[in-house]
C-alpha cells in the first residue's frame, strides 16, 4: 500500500480553470477577524451565519492557541431572507450589555453581503436608537469571500480603522504611523521595541501583540491589556506620516490616511531580511528625523555574520514556497539574499502585480522560474514533482507535499496548526531574519546529516 | 442563495462520468445546527449510496457500525475488537470507511448504532426498507464496551459468538482494572463539566464513571430532546419551521431486497427478555441528582459556571479550549482528542484514564503564580556602604 498522502497529483500539469484543489487561501472574514483583534477591547462580529463565525474563530484559535472571542448574527432562513439588520440590532444590544466591548468591529459574509445587507445603514440605525453606549464604537467592513481571500480581509478591516476612527484634529501628535500588516503578535512586539530603540514615537496598528500571546495566569480576561487603543486609532488622523508594510495588507490604509487625513505615507514591503529590514529602518529615521542606534546597525552586522558564516550550505539550494503575496514577496527577496533559488513561488490570493513584484527581486536570478497567483496546492506540488526543490518553505498545509516528496520543510506563514514558536518569536527585522536563516539552515543541515554516507559525516559545520 | 443546482449537474455527471456523484445542499443558515447537516447526509448517502454498488461480503455474524467517525482511531480500535471476537465488519458509517463498503450495507443482520444523533436516521431507513434491526450501543468506557458486546452477542443468540465475547472481556478486563488501581485513586471525586457534540457529553460519562470523577454539568451543541430525555418524547415532539425544512425521505420495505432478520416471535422472546430495540434512554436519566444539564451554552454561562462550581476539568472543542485553560482549568477536547486517543473500547479506555491523569494532574497548573506573586512583602537586608 502506498504511503503516499497525495498519490493521486499527476505530474502533468493540464490548464484548469474553475475547480480549485487544495486551497493555497482561506477567506476575508478570518483576515478581518484577526485584524479587528489587534485593537484593545474589541470583539470581532461575523454578519452571517453561525458556522462561519465558528470556522474564523476555530482556525485563528488553532494557529495562535490562544482564546479568538468573537459574536455572530447568527443568520437563520428568516434573516437570509428578509436582511439581517433585527439580528444584528439585537447583537448589538447583547454584546454591550453582556460583554462590554469598547470597539466591536463587524464584518459581512457571503451571505450578508449577497442578499446586500448595508451594514453603515443598519449600524447607523443601532446609533440613532441608543443601542450603543456612549464612548463605545461600532466599525465595519465588507468581506466577501467570492473576492481576494484572507489578506484583503484584512487589508478591508484596517482600512475601515482609518476610515471610521481616525481623524485630523488639527494637533500634530509628532508621531509615526506603524500599519504592520499581517504579521505575528511577536512581530508586532518586534516592531515596538525596533521603533523605541530609534526613539520614535509611534502608533501601530493593529496590534495583536498582548492579545493573541497572552500569559497563563490562572484568570481568563476578554478584553487582554494589548491591542491598538481607541484613542490611538482617532489619533493616527494627527500623526507626522505612516509607513505601511506589505502592499496588499496595509497600502490601502495608509493611502487613506492621505487622503482622508492628510498623513503623507511609504509602502514597504514586509521587513523580513536584510534589505528589508534596511529599508524600514531608513524610511523611519529619515521620516521621523533620527539616527539610527548602534545597537540596530550592530544587530544588522550579527545577520550578515551568520549569512556569511553558512553561505557555503544555502548556496544554490533550490525552494518552493508558497502563501500570502505580501509574505512571499519579502521572504523571496531574502532567499535571494541568501544565495537560494526560490523556483517555485505559489499564491491563492489573486492579483497580477504578485507576479511582477516575485520577478522584480528575483531577476538577479537569471533564470526562469515559476510564479502563480489564484492558484493551489496542487499546482505547488504538481511544480515540485518537474522541477526537485531542497526546501519547501509555506504554512501547515505544506507537511502533506513535503511528506510525499521528502523535502525539508520550514514553516511560515499563516495558518501554522501543528507547531509553536510562531506567535512567539519574531520573523520580522534583523532579530527575525537571523531567526528565519537558523531555521531555514537547521531544516537544511539537519536533511545533510541524515542523507551523509558515513565517510561524509561531519562534526563540525 | 444565487440558487445553483448542483444536483442537476451531479445528475448529468454522473450519467456522463459513469461514477456516483450526487451533492447535498447545506445552506449553512438551515436548520438550527450541524445536526441539520447529519441529517441531509443520511438522506443523501442512504438515497445515492446505500445498495447502490453492493459488493458480497462473506462473514457469520455481519453487521454494520453506524455513528462511529473514527476520531482519534476509535474506529480502528472497535474493529480490532470485533476481528477478536468473529464479528465481521460490513460497513462504518463512516469512519474509515469506503464506498463500496458503505453500499454493502444493506448485506448485514444487524445495525449498531454509536452516536445515535448523527444517525438514527439511516438505521431507520434501513430497518424499514431492508429489515435490518438496530439498537444503541456505546463503545467508549470499558464497562459500556461489554455490555455494547453483550447486547450483540444476546441478539445472535448462538453460545459460540457469546463465548467468544465473554472470554475476550475475560482478557481484557484485568488490565482496564489494573489501571484504574493506579489511576483512580489519583482523580476519584474530582469534578467535571461537560460541553459537547451530540452524544459524547453522554458517552465519555461512563469513562468518568470509572475514574470515580463526578459530572457537575453536562450538555450537547446540537442535540435533539430525545438525545437528552430518550426516545420516548419523540411522539410528542412537536416539528417547528426549523425541523421541517430538512427533508423526511418516504421510505418503504422495498420488494425485493427486505428480508425480515428475526421473525416476529423471535422478537418478541427477545423482548420478553427485556432486550429493547430501537433504545436510546437519553443522557439525563443516567446522570446524579442535582447535576446541571445545559443545551448549546452560551460564552457567558461558561464563564459563570466555570466560576461558581470551579471544576477539575472541562471537555469542550478548540473555540473553549485556551479561554478555559486560561483559567487555570484543563481542557479535553472531545472533537478532536487534542490529537490523541483512541478512546474507545478497551485498551482506549486505559488510554483515556492515563490521558485525564496526564492533564489534571499536570505540574504547570501548581505553577501560575511566581514567588514575589505568593509572597508579596519585601524583606529587608543589609547592604554594605
Known amino acids: 500500500m502506498s504511503t503516499k498522502l497525495l498519490k493521486h497529483t499527476p505530474q502533468e500539469i493540464q490548464p484548469r480553470e474553475a475547480l480549485v484543489v487544495n486551497p493555497a487561501k482561506t477567506c476575508q472574514p478570518v483576515g478581518a477577524m484577526y485584524a479587528a483583534l489587534g485593537i484593545h477591547g474589541c470583539l470581532p462580529h461575523s454578519h452571517g451565519s453561525q458556522g462561519c463565525c465558528s470556522y474564523h474563530r476555530t482556525v485563528l484559535s488553532r494557529h495562535y492557541k490562544e482564546p479568538v472571542m468573537a459574536a455572530t448574527s447568527s443568520f437563520t432562513e428568516g434573516a437570509s431572507v428578509f436582511g439581517g439588520q433585527a439580528n444584528l440590532l439585537s447583537a448589538l444590544e447583547t454584546i454591550f450589555s453582556t460583554y462590554n466591548p469598547e470597539v466591536v468591529a463587524v464584518h459581512t459574509t457571503c451571505l450578508s453581503e449577497t442578499i446586500g445587507d448595508d451594514l453603515k445603514q443598519i449600524i447607523t440605525k443601532a446609533q440613532e436608537e441608543g443601542k450603543v453606549p456612549a464612548g463605545k464604537q461600532v466599525i465595519w467592513t465588507n468581506t466577501p469571500s467570492y473576492v481576494g481571500s484572507h489578506v484583503i480581509g484584512f487589508a478591508n478591516m484596517v482600512k475601515s480603522m482609518v476610515q471610521q476612527l481616525s481623524r485630523n484634529t488639527q494637533r500634530p501628535n509628532g508621531k509615526l504611523n506603524i500599519i504592520p500588516g499581517w504579521v505575528e503578535p511577536a512581530d508586532m512586539r518586534e516592531l515596538h521595541r525596533i521603533l523605541d530603540s530609534l526613539g520614535v514615537k509611534h502608533i501601530l496598528f493593529p496590534d495583536t501583540s498582548g492579545v493573541l500571546d497572552t500569559p497563563l495566569t490562572g484568570s481568563f480576561d476578554m478584553y487582554p491589556s494589548g491591542g491598538t487603543p481607541l484613542s490611538e486609532l482617532i489619533d493616527a488622523g494627527n500623526s507626522l506620516g505612516t509607513v505601511a508594510l506589505g502592499t496588499i495588507c496595509s497600502g490601502p490604509a495608509a493611502k487613506l490616511l492621505d487622503t482622508q487625513c492628510k498623513v503623507p505615507y511609504e509602502i514597504l514591503g514586509l521587513p523580513l531580511g536584510l534589505a528589508g529590514t534596511d529599508r524600514f529602518i531608513d524610511a523611519v529615521r529619515k521620516m521621523a528625523g533620527v539616527s539610527v542606534p548602534d545597537v540596530l546597525t550592530e544587530e544588522r552586522g550579527r545577520l550578515l555574520d551568520l549569512i556569511s558564516d553558512m553561505h557555503q550550505y544555502l548556496y544554490g539550494r533550490k525552494v518552493a514556497l508558497f502563501g500570502d503575496p505580501d509574505q512571499l514577496v519579502a521572504l523571496t527577496e531574502f532567499l535571494v539574499e541568501l544565495d537560494m533559488i526560490p523556483i517555485h513561488i505559489v499564491t491563492g490570493t489573486p492579483g497580477k502585480k504578485f507576479i511582477s513584484r516575485i520577478e522584480a527581486v528575483t531577476q538577479r536570478l537569471g533564470r526562469p522560474i515559476n510564479i502563480a497567483e489564484a492558484s493551489d496546492m496542487l499546482h505547488l506540488h504538481q511544480l515540485i514533482k518537474n522541477e526537485k526543490v531542497d526546501l519547501l518553505i509555506g504554512n501547515t498545509y505544506g507537511k502533506y507535499i513535503a511528506r510525499d516528496e521528502d523535502l525539508p520543510f520550514v514553516r511560515f506563514g499563516f495558518p501554522v496548526l501543528d507547531r509553536s514558536g510562531h506567535t512567539l518569536f519574531p520573523s520580522v527585522g534583523y532579530q527575525g531574519a537571523l531567526r528565519l536563516a537558523e531555521r531555514i539552515l537547521n531544516a537544511v543541515l539537519d536533511r545533510i546529516d541524515r542523507d551523509a554516507a558515513p565517510e561524509k559525516f561531519e562534526l563540525a559545520m | ?385
Not at chain 2, 444536483?7 to 450526487?22: Q, R
Not at chain 2, 455474524?61 to 460490513?90: H, M, P, Q, S, W
Not at chain 2, 471525586?189 to 452524544?199: D, Q
Not at chain 2, 430518550?230 to 411522539?235: A, F
Request: proline letters at 4%; hydrophobic letters at 40%; glycine letters at 8%.
Open chain 2, 1 to 385: 442563495m444565487i440558487g445553483d443546482d448542483i444536483h442537476a449537474v451531479a445528475k448529468d455527471l454522473e450519467a456522463e462520468l459513469g461514477i456516483t456523484i450526487f451533492a447535498m445542499s447545506c445552506e449553512g443558515y438551515k436548520g438550527v445546527s450541524q445536526s441539520a447537516g447529519h441529517h441531509i447526509a443520511n438522506n443523501a448517502v442512504f438515497e445515492h449510496v446505500v445498495g447502490k454498488n453492493l459488493q458480497e461480503v462473506k462473514g457469520k455474524y455481519k453487521i454494520n457500525l453506524l455513528g462511529e467517525y473514527n476520531i482519534g482511531g476509535d474506529g480502528f480500535e472497535i474493529e480490532k475488537i470485533f476481528e477478536a471476537v468473529g464479528l465481521t465488519l460490513v460497513s462504518t458509517f463512516s469512519g474509515n470507511s469506503t464506498f463500496v463498503a458503505m453500499s454493502s450495507a444493506p448485506q448485514a443482520d444487524l445495525n449498531v448504532v454509536q452516536c445515535h444523533r448523527s444517525i438514527n436516521y439511516t438505521a431507520e431507513m434501513m430497518e424499514t426498507k431492508y429489515g435490518i434491526p438496530w439498537f444503541k450501543v456505546n463503545f467508549v468506557g470499558a464497562k459500556a464496551t461489554a455490555k455494547s458486546l453483550r447486547k450483540i452477542a444476546e441478539y445472535y443468540g448462538e453460545a459460540e459468538l457469546s463465548d467468544r465475547i465473554e472470554n475476550y472481556i475475560a482478557q481484557e478486563m484485568p488490565k482496564v482494572e489494573a489501571a484504574l488501581t493506579k489511576l483512580r485513586p489519583r482523580l476519584e471525586g474530582k469534578t467535571v463539566m461537560m460541553y459537547v457534540g451530540g452524544s459524547r457529553a453522554h458517552h465519555y460519562q461512563e469513562l468518568f464513571n470509572e475514574l470515580g470523577m463526578r459530572v457537575l454539568s453536562a450538555g450537547y451543541e446540537f442535540a435533539h430532546r430525545d438525545d437528552y430525555e430518550g426516545r420516548k418524547v419523540l411522539p410528542n415532539i412537536k416539528v417547528d419551521a426549523d425541523s421541517r425544512n430538512i427533508e423526511e425521505l418516504e421510505v418503504t420495505p422495498s420488494a425485493t431486497e427486505f428480508k425480515a432478520r428475526k421473525n416476529p416471535q423471535e422478537i418478541s422472546a427477545l423482548e420478553a427478555k427485556g432486550f429493547e430495540f430501537r433504545d436510546y434512554q437519553g443522557m439525563m436519566p443516567e446522570m446524579e441528582e442535582n447535576s446541571l444539564v445545559i443545551d448549546d451554552i452560551s460564552h457567558y454561562e461558561l464563564e459563570k459556571l466555570i466560576e461558581i462550581l470551579q471544576p477539575d476539568l472541562l471537555c469542550a472543542g478548540i473555540k473553549e479550549k485556551y479561554v478555559v485553560q486560561k483559567n487555570g482549568i484543563p481542557l479535553k477536547q472531545l472533537h478532536n482528542y487534542d490529537i490523541g486517543g483512541p478512546y474507545a473500547g478497551f485498551d482506549g479506555a486505559i488510554e483515556f484514564y492515563q490521558e485525564i491523569d496526564r492533564l489534571v494532574n499536570a505540574p504547570y497548573w501548581k505553577m501560575l503564580r511566581a514567588p514575589w506573586q505568593e509572597n508579596p512583602q519585601l524583606s529587608a537586608s543589609f547592604v554594605q556602604k
